[in-house]
Nanobody
């Protein structure tokens, strides 16, 4: 079973920062658009940020200017740097490869306290 492994979640105060990491199998990572999604309690899962193999990026409007997605092809790893965190950013964050019909990690909890 393909497994994407996330790390870096935790509890942080509003205004703080966290960096999420996701390691994927090389066979999945290379050539794959990689994304971070999140799901808050009672809400649908939503795309936070996405990066293509060509390093094009796009972001949800709610995180533009605060979050940065990047990838390290040598390490088969995608990152999400989250700055100026807000309580509304509280959610389980999921790593994804090859889009919603593709591959998912187990999720990592991010909690932002006010």
């Amino acid at each position: 079973q393909v497994q994407l492994v996330e790390s870096g979640g935790g509890l942080v105060q509003a205004g703080g920062s966290l960096r999420l990491s996701c390691v994927a199998p090389r066979s999945i990572f290379l050539g794959s658009p990689m994304g971070w999604y999140r799901q808050a309690p009672g809400k649908q899962r939503e795309l936070v940020a996405r990066i293509t193999s060509g390093l094009s990026t796009n972001y949800a409007d709610s995180v533009k200017g605060r979050f940065t997605i990047s990838r390290d092809n040598a390490k088969n790893t995608v990152y999400l740097q989250m700055n100026s965190l807000k309580p509304d950013d509280t959610a389980v964050y999921y790593c994804n490869g090859w889009g919603p019909q593709g591959y998912w990690g187990q999720g990592t909890q991010v909690t932002v306290s006010s």
